[in-house]
Nanobody
């Protein structure tokens, strides 16, 4: 019931930065824990970062210190600031409610991030 649209991906050189946005529409009457996920070629989709209704955040070890997840509740938008990008960050990035992701539900089209060396 919640539509999610990711944007902000692109091609960037190693060491560069990108800011991804996830705009939500539809039924957004609750605060939900939101996550950013990524899927690299030949790999399983993995959770990169998540943020709860109180603003508490968690990160995968591989991105800790480089990525920052944030949320603008009024705008129903979640962001992922990605700094010091590495080629291994190359993937399609998706946002989703963590509760929906656990049920393989409500995935959007994602946004491609490509990091060149």
């Amino acid at each position: 019931q919640v539509q999610l649209v990711e944007s902000g991906g692109g091609l960037v050189q190693a060491g560069g930065f990108l800011r991804l946005s996830c705009a939500a529409s539809g039924s957004t009457f609750r605060f939900n824990t939101m996550g950013w996920y990524r899927q690299a070629p030949g790999k399983q989709r993995e959770l990169v970062a998540h943020i709860n209704s109180g603003g508490s955040t968690n990160y995968a070890d591989s991105v800790k210190g480089r990525f920052t997840i944030s949320r603008d509740v009024a705008k129903n938008t979640v962001y992922l600031q990605m700094n010091s990008l590495k080629p291994e960050d190359t993937a399609v990035y998706y946002c989703n409610r963590v509760s929906d992701a656990r049920r393989s539900y409500n995935w959007g089209q994602g946004t491609q991030v490509t990091v060149s060396s």
